[in-house]
């Protein structure tokens, strides 16, 4: 004990010696990645509320004009709507994918190997690109060409995208299709981690299967669950792709969410000062969720997984 | 462990490999049928007569450009991050500074700036700069948005190499740089493939910044090239299909060879 207290102080003084304070990384190895972080994404952060108190057409320089845009946004009845479109495709999409995930997860954690070549077919949305899905899915759904033509039964007559229901149902849809694999991941790596000393302890006690994932599954995939709908949120929020491809925004404005009416203000619309104060609206929103991603799971207390073992 | 099969399981597996599978087959019967077998036999139809014209056509239609400048800026992305991201990940993991710290929580604020949020004032800066319509200006802003997931990573990694290899090194009287290509980074490897495969998936697959920041058919990227395809075609079912294909096809073929390290790395973005 005793020969051990002097090797650790021993190196402790080792550590402190004259020249040793090189041993550690200074501020100037993290400087090129903050540079250009900052570059590219701070000062634009930054411009976006600087430009949401001007008006600009794209093309010449931004006039200087209060607070304009942001009481007309005030009273955009659009906005207010956008917003509350948001938050309901969001939670629609929490609602859907997560038990979606949880269960294809913890089957997928299973060692067989017929799991793990499914797992290999389910994991192939979570490759491609939202353009590519969203086009995928435009055309099954085309009211003339697609699968809607044929199953009269089914969808009625056929034009999804002419409802807003039928236009929402097709956003969470295809949203739980392209994610769901992404989250199934998340919970795949989680139950994998569940100790198995717990199932052999609840079989003892004759727990049956329904009664395991209930009392050992889903508390022990807690954490699992807080990431994962933290990232369901925060990409709910900003989903943007799928919305230009699937719906434009309609019918009229029955699918304008946020992110997408900030894009047609400024992109189809030209006022780019005003589509400034929507994504201020936006990065508002979305750095109070980060924040309570940083407080919920701990990444900021700096703790490796092996520390305290 | 498990005793009698489940059932449920099994048969929920199923129902969503049909979820899954059924669009991708059609995807790829359509893509190879021409446009009047498509129309008369229906998407759900078992074709009889596949050709290749669809892909042809599409090659012909500017497509083979469009992968070029995609592959381009995939890799600029890749280089950018594994050359900022690994130092600075070190320095968060190793650095008693507060600046360290401080840049780290900039970082992870940085995790939820969504893309759409910056894009006006992006577009105002890449015009400002003559980046407009400029491969440059579509790769810096892509690797910019991959670096915060990168980094938390990449931290997490470099975290669980114990204090007592970098006490051994220090002892021989090592320097920083010298732990970090020594120690750091072999002992990161894992690491530094999954932030390889997350910046190449966002590069290969990114939308907005293309969208907004180039225009002309000579910077196109795939994803624009889908797109601009659908708004000009519609109508032309199984050529936008066989244009779907293409486009994924080249990260199908790397989860062919490479499925485990590909999944692996994404785990490691939602684990982290």
């Known amino acids: 004990m005793t020969s051990l207290t002097a090797a650790s102080a021993g190196r402790l003084r080792a550590a402190r010696r004259p020249g040793a304070a090189s041993s550690r990384p200074g501020f100037l190895w993290a400087l090129p990645a903050t540079v250009f972080f900052a570059l590219f994404a701070l000062v634009p952060l930054v411009l976006v509320a600087v430009l949401s108190f001007t008006e600009w057409n794209g093309l010449g320089d931004p006039v200087f004009v209060g607070m304009d845009n942001w009481s007309a946004l005030l009273d955009d009845p659009v906005m207010l709507k956008s917003v509350w479109l948001s938050l309901l495709l969001t939670a629609l999409g929490v609602a859907f994918q997560t038990p979606f995930s949880i269960l294809l997860g913890v089957w997928a954690a299973g060692k067989q190997r017929n799991r793990a070549v499914l797992s290999a077919i389910y994991f192939i949305p979570l490759l491609l690109s939202a353009t590519a899905i969203s086009v995928l899915w435009r055309s099954l759904l085309d009211p003339n060409f697609g699968v809607p033509a044929e199953a009269e039964w089914l969808f009625g007559d056929g034009n999804l995208f002419g409802s807003q229901s039928g236009a929402l149902a097709v956003l969470v849809f295809v949203g739980v299709w392209q994610f769901t694999p992404f989250h199934t991941l998340i919970y795949q790596g989680a139950a994998r981690a569940i100790p198995q000393v717990l199932y052999q302890a609840a079989e003892i006690d004759g727990a049956g299967r329904v009664r395991r994932f209930l009392h050992i599954t889903l508390p022990q995939l807690r954490n699992a669950i807080v990431t994962s709908v933290i990232l369901m949120v925060v990409g709910g929020l900003t989903t943007f792709d799928i919305v230009l491809i699937l719906t434009q925004g309609g019918p009229g404005t029955d699918t304008t969410i946020t992110a997408y009416y900030m894009y047609d203000k400024a992109f189809k619309g030209f006022q780019f000062g005003a589509a400034s104060a929507v994504s201020l609206v936006l990065v508002v929103t979305a750095t109070l969720i980060s924040l309570l991603v940083v407080r919920l799971s701990g990444y900021d207390r700096m703790r490796g997984s092996t520390e305290g073992l | ?272």
């Open chain 2, 1 to 272: 462990m498990r005793g009698r099969p489940n059932l449920l399981a099994g048969f929920g597996s199923l129902v969503w490999l049909a979820i899954v599978g059924l669009p991708l087959y059609v995807m790829l019967a359509a893509s190879l049928q021409s446009r009047t077998d498509y129309a008369s036999g229906g998407p759900l139809s078992i074709p009889d007569r596949l050709t290749p014209q669809n892909y042809l056509d599409m090659f012909s239609g500017g497509f083979g450009r469009y992968f070029l400048n995609t592959a381009i800026v995939t890799v600029a992305v890749v280089a950018i991050v594994l050359l900022v991201v690994p130092p600075l990940a070190y320095a968060i993991v190793r650095s008693r500074g507060r600046a360290t710290t401080a840049v780290f929580r900039i970082f992870l604020l940085g995790l939820a700036v969504p893309a759409q949020a910056v894009i006006v004032p992006m577009f105002y800066v890449i015009s400002e700069v003559g980046l407009y319509d400029d491969l440059i200006g579509v790769i810096l802003p892509t690797a910019a948005f991959s670096l915060p997931v990168c980094t938390l990573v990449l931290t997490g990694v470099m975290r669980e190499i114990h204090g007592e290899l970098y006490e051994a090194m220090a002892i021989d009287g090592a320097s920083a740089g010298r732990m970090f290509f020594r120690l750091v980074l072999p002992l990161s490897k894992g690491g530094l493939s999954t932030i390889t495969v997350f910046s190449a998936l966002q590069a290969w697959n990114g939308f907005l910044f293309p969208l907004v920041l180039t225009q002309s058919a000579e910077s196109k990227l795939i994803t624009l090239g889908l797109y601009d395809f659908r708004t000009q075609h519609g109508v032309n079912v199984p050529g936008l299909l066989a244009a779907v294909v293409l486009s994924m096809l080249p990260i199908l073929i790397v989860y062919l060879f490479a499925r485990r390290a590909l999944i692996q790395g994404l785990m490691g973005v939602g684990g982290k």
